[in-house]
C-alpha cells in the first residue's frame, strides 16, 4: 500500500500521505487513499469511465485540483472510483494532467461506506520529491 493514514496531523479530518516512484504513482496512490476514506475500494466495479483534464503550474497546485475534481464528480455524479490512470506532460512552463479513473455509482447496499469527505484542505498540505521517491500529504475535511 503506498499510502498509510496519519493519526496525529488533524484531529477532526483525516490525513494520509501518498507515495510513488513516479510523480504518476503518487497520484494514483492519493487517488486510492482518498476514495478509501469513502468506501471499500475492493467493492467498487468497473462500470463507469471518466477522463479528466488538468493543467497547473506546479505539482502541489494540480494534486489539490485533481483531488478536488474527483470530490467534486463524487458529489455531483455520485460515483467512487477504484481505479486510476494518470500521465503527467510538462508543456512550456504548464504540467497537465490527464487522468482515467473507473468506478461505479454509489450502492451503500452493497459498498462498505466510509466518511464522506467534503473537501481537501490545506492543512499541511504538501508535495515533494525525497530522492528518487514524490511523497504527498493531504488532509481530508469529513
Do not use: C, N
Amino acid at each position: 500500500m503506498p499510502y498509510k493514514y496519519l493519526e496525529d496531523v488533524s484531529l477532526a479530518d483525516i490525513a494520509f500521505q501518498a507515495s510513488g516512484e513516479t510523480i504518476e504513482e503518487m497520484f494514483v496512490s492519493a487517488a486510492e487513499a482518498l476514495f478509501r476514506v469513502m468506501v471499500k475500494l475492493e467493492d467498487v466495479r468497473q462500470k463507469v469511465k471518466k477522463e479528466v483534464r488538468l493543467e497547473g503550474d506546479k505539482h502541489d497546485t494540480l494534486l489539490y485540483d485533481f483531488l478536488s475534481e474527483l470530490l467534486f464528480i463524487k458529489d455531483t455524479e455520485t460515483v467512487v472510483f477504484s481505479k486510476f490512470q494518470i500521465s503527467i506532460k510538462k508543456e512550456g512552463k504548464k504540467l497537465l494532467l490527464k487522468a482515467t479513473m473507473s468506478g461505479e455509482k454509489v450502492d451503500p447496499k452493497r459498498m462498505e461506506m466510509g466518511d464522506d469527505v467534503k473537501a481537501i484542505t490545506m492543512h499541511e498540505f504538501f508535495v515533494k520529491q525525497i530522492g528518487k521517491k514524490w511523497v504527498s500529504q493531504v488532509t481530508v475535511d469529513i
